[in-house]
């Protein structure tokens, strides 16, 4: 869906706040997504971990034919899912079994986004990290194209301001300066990587 089509790169967030992203922007952007991606996620949650296992007190209607009943429920899941994103003491405090996952696997399915997939290469990247001279030429005229690009739109599409530019206008400029963050983002993370492992190099040499 098109409310999804662009995003942050998502360097250096928490797997948290990348479902916590699409949650927003699904519910701001789409009438009773919020609900439907609840719905969905408790129902994922409760037909996997058993009732003596859960840590989440999900409401369950006790007749899931009440419309009014499911809605009642409903309404107080979509709390506890609130409450989940909006506050990490109340997130480490109170929930253990990734309730992200539950609400990302939701959206995937209502909305065919790619969100597991973005969670999966966040937790088991299968991308090399560039860190020889040729993958990092290579990423710096790649780098150097994305930001080019989004330059030159910047300066196509601020001229007389912002208010006589169309929609489609203003979106293809934010995709291409997402790009161009992107590829910053991996070009911060070379450095990170590096910093990181002479760090590592550094203690076990001193253990």
């Not at 992203?21 to 058993?50: F, H, M, P, Q």
């Amino acid at each position: 869906m098109k409310i999804f089509s662009m995003r942050p790169s998502f360097h250096g967030y928490s797997s948290s706040s990348i479902v916590k992203w699409y949650y927003e922007r699904a519910w701001n952007t789409l009438n009773g997504a919020k609900r439907a991606i609840v719905a969905k996620a408790v129902d994922l949650y409760t037909s996997e971990i058993a009732s003596e296992h859960r840590t989440i007190k999900f409401n369950i209607p006790e007749n899931p034919d009440d419309g009014d009943e499911f809605l009642d429920c409903n309404k107080k899941n979509i709390n506890i899912v609130d409450d989940f994103f909006a506050d990490n003491t109340v997130r480490s405090k109170h929930f253990r079994d990734n309730m992200e996952i539950y609400v990302a696997r939701a959206m995937d399915e209502i909305f065919d986004n790619d969100l597991c997939e973005i969670l999966k290469q966040k937790l088991f990247p299968d991308q090399v990290v560039p860190h020889t001279e040729d993958q990092l030429d290579q990423l710096l005229v790649e780098t150097n194209s994305s930001y080019t690009a989004a330059v030159n739109e910047c300066v196509r599409v601020f001229r007389n301001g912002l208010t006589d530019d169309s929609d489609e206008a203003l979106e293809i400029l934010e995709s291409k300066l997402l790009s161009a963050r992107e590829m910053l983002d991996k070009n911060v993370g070379a450095i990170e990587h590096e910093l990181k492992r002479r760090k590592q190099q550094k203690e076990s040499s001193e253990t």
